[in-house]
């Protein structure tokens, strides 16, 4: 069973930097099944990032993610203040789901 | 607009049972594979099962294999969780959600809590 790391666990930034939150696998992993979902307190997880680097529909582009085989990145260009929040990545391998534990972004 | 709604959320005795509903509208119910997935109070995100858009293909997480059961009804747009044999960590609240290999729509949630 693949396991997903995420770092950091929290990441304390100001409106308008940058954020690149990190999305490590146990093993390669194919690129087409890794997403990411942002969830706010008190509500479901949305959708942000399909097949490592599609945006969902929706989501603005300030919104990014890239890379492949074990390491994926999601980059917010420019902190909004409604991006304060938990990020989860998400894989699909041999009929499992698995998510990462999360990120938190929070303001500095 | 597409839309997801969970019922039957509760309070129930470690070893009882419990019965969640989902349903759906906005959209092709019966094209959609369709989802549980659970989060523990201040916790993460845990899949528990899918369904197939027919029904003919069903998975559980290790965790709750053989005490739930997934089901749906794709006449009546409804999905279904049967809770058996609870246990205190399946205390969490349960989304119902929709997509092959990736959740693009979310219901709100049932908070499911576990307790004597």
């Known amino acids: 069973e693949i396991v997903l790391t995420q770092s950091p666990g929290t990441l304390s930034l100001s409106p308008g930097e940058r954020a690149t939150l990190s999305c490590r696998a146990s093993q390669s992993v194919s690129a087409n099944f890794l997403a990411w979902y942002q969830q706010k307190l008190g509500q479901p997880p949305r959708l942000l990032i399909y097949?490592?680097?599609n945006r969902a529909t929706g989501i603005p582009d300030r919104f990014s993610g890239s890379g492949s085989g074990t390491d994926f990145t999601l980059t917010i260009s420019r902190l909004e203040p409604e991006d304060f929040a938990v990020y989860y990545c998400?894989?699909?391998?041999?009929?499992?789901?698995?998510f990462g534990p999360g990120t938190k972004v929070d303001i500095k | 607009e597409v839309q997801l709604v969970e019922s039957g959320g509760g309070l129930v005795q470690p070893g009882g049972s419990l019965r969640l509903s989902c349903a759906a509208s906005g959209f092709t119910f019966s094209t959609f594979w369709m989802h549980w997935v659970r989060q523990a109070p201040g916790k993460g995100l845990v899949w528990v099962s899918r369904?197939?858009?027919?029904?003919?293909?069903?998975d559980y997480a290790d965790s709750v294999k053989g005490r739930f059961t997934i089901s749906r009804d794709n006449a009546k747009n409804t999905l279904d969780l049967q809770m058996n044999s609870l246990r205190a960590e399946d205390t969490a609240i349960y989304f119902c959600?929709?997509?092959?290999?990736?959740?693009?729509?979310w219901g709100p949630g049932a908070l499911v809590s576990v307790s004597s």
């Open positions: 097949g490592a680097s």
């Open positions: 369904i197939s858009s027919d029904g003919s293909i069903i």
């Open positions: 959600t929709r997509g092959s290999y990736r959740f693009d729509c």
């Open positions: 998400q894989l699909y391998d041999s009929s499992l789901f698995t």
